[in-house]
T-cell receptor
Framework: GEDVEQSLFLSVREGDSSVINCTYTDSSSTYLYWYKQEPGAGLQLLTYIFSNMDMKQDQRLTVLLNKKDKHLSLRIADTQTGDSAIYFCSGATNAGKSTFGDGTTLTVKP | DTAVSQTPKYLVTQMGNDKSIKCEQNLGHDTMYWYKQDSKKFLKIMFSYNNKELIINETVPNRFSPKSPDKAHLNLHINSLELGDSAVYFC????????????FGSGTRLTVV
C-alpha cells in the first residue's frame, strides 16, 4: 500500500512563509491533497493537485508537485496565527483509495 | 446544512459498555469511512463502505461493527469498550474516483473510564 510521510512539526513567525513537505510512494496516485485540521475540528480540504500538474496556486497557498521524486509541498505565504493547525497530506488513486500522512503541526509565533 | 454530521460529539462511558456513533452525509457521495485519530493525532482508516458494501476493513478488533443502512448513513457500534478505545472517531465521505477529496465530520471524542 501507499506510504505518505511528513515531518511532524514546523514553527514559523507571523508574516513569514511556511513550507510543509510530503513524500509518497504510490506513483499511481491520481490526486494529491492537503487538509487542515484546527483544534477540536475535523479535517477540512484545503486544496488538491492533479498528478499531471506541477504547480497550483490559490491565494496564499501554492502546491508544488515533483512527480519524479514523489514529493509534494504546500507553501503558505504571509503566514498568520490563524494558520496554526495540523496539515495532512493525502494521495488518492483512481480506485478511490486514499492514504493520509501523519500530519504536520504548524505553529505560528507572533 | 452540515455536509457530514456525526453524533454524539462527546461520549464518556465505562469500560465494558456498548455504544454507537452515528454518521450521515447529505452530499450524495457514494463512499463513507470511519477513521480513528489517536492522542498523537495520527489518522487510521478503520472501515470504508461504497454504496452500502464494505470495501475496506482494516485490522480492527471485531468488537467494532459498522453498519450502513443506506449510502447516506454509516454507523459504528462498539461492544465491550476498553480504555484503549479512547480516541476521536471521524466519519468521512467521498465520491469514488472524483477529485473533491474527503469531507469529514467534526468528530466524536470517545473517553472510556
Amino acid at each position: 500500500g501507499e506510504d505518505v510521510e511528513q515531518s511532524l512539526f514546523l514553527s514559523v513567525r507571523e508574516g513569514d512563509s511556511s513550507v510543509i513537505n510530503c513524500t509518497y510512494t504510490d506513483s499511481s496516485s491520481t490526486y494529491l491533497y492537503w487538509y487542515k485540521q484546527e483544534p477540536g475540528a475535523g479535517l477540512q480540504l484545503l486544496t488538491y493537485i492533479f498528478s499531471n500538474m506541477d504547480m497550483k496556486q490559490d491565494q496564499r497557498l501554492t502546491v508544488l508537485l515533483n512527480k519524479k521524486d514523489k514529493h509534494l509541498s504546500l507553501r503558505i505565504a504571509d503566514t498568520q496565527t490563524g494558520d496554526s493547525a495540523i496539515y495532512f497530506c493525502s494521495g488518492a488513486t483512481n480506485a478511490g483509495k486514499s492514504t493520509f500522512g501523519d500530519g504536520t503541526t504548524l505553529t505560528v509565533k507572533p | 446544512d452540515t455536509a457530514v454530521s456525526q453524533t454524539p460529539k462527546y461520549l464518556v462511558t465505562q469500560m465494558g459498555n456498548d455504544k454507537s456513533i452515528k454518521c450521515e452525509q447529505n452530499l450524495g457521495h457514494d463512499t463513507m469511512y470511519w477513521y480513528k485519530q489517536d492522542s498523537k493525532k495520527f489518522l487510521k482508516i478503520m472501515f470504508s463502505y461504497n454504496n452500502k458494501e464494505l470495501i475496506i476493513n482494516e485490522t480492527v478488533p471485531n468488537r467494532f461493527s459498522p453498519k450502513s443502512p443506506d449510502k447516506a448513513h454509516l454507523n459504528l457500534h462498539i461492544n465491550s469498550l476498553e480504555l484503549g478505545d479512547s480516541a476521536v472517531y471521524f466519519c468521512a465521505s467521498s465520491q469514488k474516483g472524483g477529485p473533491t477529496g474527503y469531507t469529514f465530520g467534526s468528530g466524536t471524542r470517545l473517553t472510556v473510564v
